[in-house]
């Protein structure tokens, strides 16, 4: 089973403003039919205001794609329709207390049934611009399709590439082999054969990784970690950076957190999205796995 | 009233005396069983006995056919891999499009070596066609590897017939048989089956053990090379333990196989037949004559799978789906899609799956709470409007992409 927070469960088995709206006058269907997932959005948008003063929605889809239509009519409910635009996937996701990386196409889907609806009402069309393809790398969430155009637009020929401009393969490293499959094919369409051993290519233009020092690493857990304290405060929990190894972070989860059944939850939460930030792997483990310091005098009896 | 587990296709419960005969295994005769003293030597005693349970399971002429491997996944791929080191000049392998991916992946990938795959398609029942699967048997076709029983609809295909058509064209068979073996009775010796693959913890024993049985003069190359264990067809220390405990779970599978195939048998069929009666627009996929006797696929029409799983599971009851989403990817089960299930249908399919630790109780409390489940997720359904589907749902709702 996944591991969804409490808030997807919650919207999950009771969802908010299921249905659709009577008299509604903004309509987005989106979704795949394939894929399994399929959102209808019926607004009803007070015409002086732009206001949205009712939404309602119409799932066919997973547990996480019931949550993310669920979340989102409560979201916009009450905003005008520019700032329901402001909306992004990861406001959804985040509303949710997070998805599973393969679940993200949820919340993904939930902004595009807005900006269809919207669309709709102002009686634009909307186009989908993004296609999606199946999930390889699980650390970064990122699919096929986006590798695939990344190779294509820059020329891009071995994993170290992929790594350098979508991210894709630099935390775990077990999609490495499906990253290559895609090069080998996109190579070979290219007119070119697949070389493991390539030189990276040069200049990479989006983002030039630099590996942190411990230092930068610190600050940017610290600055995460005071992000997400919020969240954590409004549950009667907190967190503390205890210290950092390499690329594992020790941490106390300390208050309402502490013994917790979800501080496991929480703790892969954290970790996602330190991921996402600093763009290497990371590790978060609970302070008290911490391997045990020992000091001079213990160490020279020993 | 205590959870309901209807997931036995996924994995089984290890069976309490399975465990009682595998404990001593832990404790005191611990030694490996290539050592001489006396914490070894009831180890090869005890494993001999296990070869002999399997043995008398799947009907195996001698006992040295039976080779312990850890899973399922390994015989298969000992045995594919195998037939083509054996045959390095046959570069065609026949197997079919609804396999485990334990066969369908290593295909792909042998495929991508430059082997030729043969993927038999099936009807909208699952069944095989006989006689494309004639046309395809050649001289230049390493091995068949055709499932014996689906792990998804329970279907039963006709390996005996395959292989007697396979051995006529001079072509070795391998028969993934992880859902079959101790569900339905077989009796290897008079088939011609070359290989057949076995997983422990689909039939009350643990996981992390399997066997691939392989007939006696069937040519062979080992996967593990090492010491000589299992004659030297499987390299690598025994796992005692729960080779033993495979043993007893295979003279257990014999023992309740005809419990298996009438009162199991019953409690599926009340399941399904009540489900179809109660709830509109269901029904059950897989070739409904030809089944195991544990399983039910049923395809809820317009609502998805892992959100009925979720409410199941709410309930207390375990099963599993063929939706994309309960995997994570992006299509719904090859099975679904092979023999043509509508998407709509394809995500919302269920599969039941029994075993001899299930009661007709458990039955009616499913069949008590799978018409709200059912409705719940009805109300919510873009393709359902009221009492019944939109008016041709797949033209009155079309998303943007599709």
Request: charged residues 25%; contains cysteine.
């Amino acid at each position: 089973m996944w591991d969804y927070s409490e808030k997807v469960k919650d919207h999950f088995f009771n969802p908010k403003n299921a249905g659709a709206v009577a008299g509604a006058n903004a309509i987005g269907e989106v979704g795949s039919i394939s894929c399994g997932d399929a959102l209808r959005l019926t607004l009803k948008v007070n015409e002086d205001t732009e206001v949205i003063e009712e939404a309602g929605f119409q799932t066919f889809g997973c547990g996480s794609a019931i949550a993310s239509s669920s979340v989102l009519t409560e979201i916009i409910k009450g905003m005008t329709l520019d700032d329901a635009l402001k909306v992004s996937n990861q406001d959804i996701a985040q509303e949710l207390d997070g998805l599973p990386p393969e679940k993200m196409h949820c919340s993904v889907m939930g902004r595009e049934a807005l900006q269809a609806a919207v669309a709709n009402y102002r009686g634009e069309e909307w186009k989908d611009d993004h296609e999606e393809g199946a999930l390889i790398c699980k650390c970064f969430a990122i699919d096929a399709v986006m590798i695939e155009e990344m190779v294509w637009a820059n020329k891009l020929r071995t994993v170290e590439d992929v790594t350098n401009f979508t991210k894709a393969g630099g935390g775990c490293a077990a999609c490495h082999e499906d990253i290559e499959n895609i090069l080998e094919r996109v190579l070979k369409e290219r007119g070119e054969s697949f070389n493991p051993d390539a030189a990276p290519i040069e200049t990479p233009v989006v983002a030039e990784k630099k590996p942190l020092t411990n230092l930068q690493r610190i600050k940017k857990i610290e600055a995460v970690l005071d992000s997400l304290r919020p969240q954590l405060m409004a549950d009667g929990g907190d967190v503390e950076l205890v210290e950092v190894v390499e690329n594992t972070a020790y941490v106390n989860m300390t208050g309402a957190c502490n013994g917790c059944q979800m501080a496991a939850m929480t703790i892969a939460g954290i970790q996602q999205r330190l991921m996402e930030v600093l763009g290497e792997f990371i590790k978060v483990v609970p302070a008290s796995q911490m391997p045990k310091l020992v000091t001079i005098q213990e160490a020279s009896h020993a | 009233m205590p959870d309901i587990y209807l997931d036995n296709n996924a994995t089984t419960k290890v069976d309490s005396a399975v465990v009682d005969v595998m404990i001593p295994y832990f404790t005191e005769q611990f030694g490996n069983p290539s050592s001489i003293h006396k914490f070894a030597d009831g180890v090869a005693r005890g494993i001999k006995h296990a070869r002999s349970q399997v043995q008398q399971l799947i009907g195996a002429e001698h006992d040295s056919e039976i080779i312990f491997t850890s899973c399922g996944t390994e015989s298969d791929s000992t045995a594919i891999l195998s037939a083509i080191k054996a045959q390095p000049n046959k570069k065609e392998i026949i197997t079919t499009m609804v396999e485990h991916p334990a066969i369908l992946n290593l295909c792909e990938h042998l495929e991508k070596e430059g082997y030729t795959i043969h993927r038999l398609p099936v009807d909208k029942c699952g069944r095989l066609n006989l006689e494309a699967y004639k046309k395809l048997l050649s001289d230049q076709v390493a091995i068949v590897s055709v499932m014996w029983a689906n792990n998804e609809t329970g279907t039963i295909f006709p390996v005996v017939e395959m292989a007697e058509m396979a051995n006529e064209a001079g072509v070795m068979f391998h028969t993934d048989a992880v859902q079959a073996v101790g569900k339905i009775p077989m009796m290897l010796k008079d088939t011609k089956i070359d290989m057949l693959s076995i997983s422990g913890h689909k039939l009350h024993a643990p996981k992390g053990i399997g066997v691939l049985y392989l007939r006696r003069g069937t040519r062979y190359r080992p996967m593990l090379r090492g010491g000589h264990q299992e004659r030297g067809r499987r390299a690598g220390t025994e796992n005692s333990a729960s080779i033993v405990g495979l043993g007893k779970a295979c003279e257990l599978a014999l023992e309740f196989m005809e419990y298996e195939n009438i009162q199991v048998k019953a409690m599926r069929d009340r399941l399904e037949q009540g489900i179809v009666e109660q709830i509109p627009h269901c029904f059950i996929t897989g070739d409904l004559e030809n089944r195991l006797p544990n399983t039910t696929d049923i395809a809820f029409e317009y609502i998805e799978g892992e959100s009925i799983l979720m409410l199941l599971n709410k309930a207390g009851i375990a099963a599993s789906s063929g939706s994309a989403c309960t995997s994570g990817s992006l299509e719904p089960s090859h099975v679904m899609r092979a023999m043509q299930i509508p998407y709509t249908a394809a995500h919302g399919t269920i599969r039941f799956s029994f075993s001899r630790y299930n009661t007709m109780s458990e039955v009616d409390e499913v069949l008590k709470v799978m018409p709200g489940i059912a409705a719940t997720l009805r109300k919510l359904s873009p393709y359902w409007d009221g009492n019944g589907p939109v008016a041709n749902p797949e033209q009155a709702f079309q998303p943007v992409y599709a």
